[in-house]
């Protein structure tokens, strides 16, 4: 299983960016996607906001009511919506999926994909 996350980039405080991660593979089921982001300096990732495959979703309260997470099942993709911007929000963004395998479906593995830099400048 890979995940390839795209979309990063740079923008000015109180813009917006869209992330994007797609999962190619075989024969698995996603449970959970999210993005975690961390920022230089800090040596945990932080949870961002991740969406159940019923599309249950939570979110850090600080991106509460300025960026929405979404997936599309079928293609096994999640986006995420970022808007108003702040340069605390600057960090790299890593998508991650929790699924099992048909082989074993008891078993939950986590993926992560490539991080991608955001930059918000004030």
């Known amino acids: 299983v890979q995940l390839q996350a795209s979309g990063g980039g740079l923008v000015q405080a109180g813009g917006s960016l869209r992330l994007f991660c797609a999962a190619s593979?075989?024969?698995?089921?996603?449970?959970?996607m999210g993005w975690y982001r961390q920022a230089a300096g800090k040596q945990q990732r932080e949870l961002v906001a991740r969406v159940t495959s019923g599309d249950s979703t939570n979110y850090a309260d600080s991106v509460k009511g300025r960026f929405t997470i979404s997936r599309d099942n079928a293609k096994n993709t999640v986006t995420l919506q970022m808007s108003s911007l702040k340069p605390e929000d600057t960090a790299v963004y890593y998508c991650?999926?929790?699924?099992?395998?048909?082989?074993?479906?008891?078993?939950?593995?986590?993926?992560w994909g490539q991080g991608t830099q955001v930059t918000v400048s004030s």
């Open positions: 991650n999926a929790d699924l099992t395998f048909s082989r074993s479906k008891s078993t939950s593995f986590r993926y």
């Open positions: 593979g075989s024969d698995f089921s996603i449970n959970v």
